[in-house]
């Protein structure tokens, strides 16, 4: 008798066959459930010091996707060029005289709703040691890189000088999934003549994104957990 025959249609052997394809199916299933569950959110930060060429295409100002409102733009310079040093490297974003009202928008970004996301930042402003040079700040978050869509009031930084480099962080929690930018607003500025320098260096965004591209779990039926 053909062995080959004795083997393939023993009812032992077929009822194990069946029992790990079918303790294989519900490994899948559970595996696939599993990764569905921690891959909602996936993490990500963005870096921005200013001195990679690559994030200003066509020699720009303003790094790729970011905006900014107000009389006068941003300038990415090396630091001499208001008079001052770098935080890190050579190149900061800064102005020559800010006004009460300028705004500096980030990229928009896709977060995740229920997880925090977080700006940092440093910021100078050496010629502020007199209260009438000073600038304030107000940094918010919104939906949209226009002012008005800027609802979300995530913190400020007060009205005095900053001589030195000053390391500044805010944290905001979307309620819901979608697209949002921060945004920073100078909010008081020289009672006077205008013209002090200001700028920003090695700002930080973390936060998370919505997982888009998480595979479809295996749905169970009666092929993949009869036995399970």
Known sequence: MNKSKIIHNNPNILQMKKFFTNLLSCCLVATSFGFAHFAEAAPFELEYNFDDDAK?????????????SGNTGFLRRTADYFGFYAKSGDYVLGK????????????MMKLKGGEPCTISFNYIAPDGGLYVYSYGLDVKAGSAQNVEAQTITVGSVEREGYP?????SFTFTPDADGEYCFSITFTNGPVGPSGEAVAFDDVFITG?????????????????????
């Open 56 to 68: 200003f295409p066509q020699g720009v100002d303003l790094p790729e996707g970011w905006a900014e």
């Open 96 to 107: 020559s005289g800010a006004a009460p009202g300028d705004v500096l928008f980030t990229p």
């Open 164 to 168: 030195e480099w000053k390391e500044f």
């Open 208 to 228: 998370k994104h919505p997982k888009s591209d998480t595979p479809a779990p295996l749905e169970p039926n009666a092929d993949n957990l009869a036995d399970c």
